[in-house]
């Protein structure tokens, strides 16, 4: 593993783990518990990768984490969508609808051959087809919330405005890893960590911001939302 890299997956650890705790001391997996599973995923495969550099710094396990990620990253997608538009048929149902298409489009894409014969090229090509089917279905759930005027709870605004752009990145340095090939490793690999550290230095600075309570959890939101009663 190159210093640089290193570097980058020790901020990556520091910043999950703070993030952590500051998520879980404030109660908000009541807000988004797959956000809680993802961020705990996350920070045992950097550690590991972290403590042994030698076994887990391969394409084998990076496609394995990167897919484990990508499950929990539609999993959390699902959740924003059923607490967001779950009461609202119109909204849920049109929401259902392209994230079905997405996801079935994605199982597709997934059969297609892959571009290229060399194992790392063609795990890259096979998680950035993940990646695009992950920010098809969180636009499906985010164009459906800002449609129907759907109000956010500040924690669902930070993983959409962090994890969309965060992704669209990720999956173009995967794209000109799969184009340019091995040599495009080391620029790639530092292009996505500092990409992530930044998506993660957001969350931490959300997570232990003050954020205002909502003053509406007998109205509208109340019936809209009621799982913000609890926090």
Known sequence: MAP????LTICAVVIVAGTLCGFIGRRLYRACS????YLAAVFVGELLILLRPETFYQWSF???KETLYAVLKLAMAFELGYRNLGRLPGAKRTAWRLAAATVAGTLVALLLPARAAEYALDAADIQARLTNGTILVLMSIWGAVL???VPLHWLHRAILCGLVPYLVIFTLVLGLLVTVGPDFRDLASHTAGLAYDALLIYWLW???RFHAASEDRAGVLGR???WRRAL
Do not use: C, D, G, H
Request: proline share 5%; charged share 10%; aromatic share 36%.
């Open 4 to 7: 640089a890299q290193y570097a």
């Open 34 to 37: 797959f956000f809680a599973v």
């Open 62 to 64: 990076w496609q394995a």
């Open 147 to 149: 449609w129907y005027r």
């Open 206 to 208: 959300e997570v232990w």
């Open 224 to 226: 809209l939302q009621p």
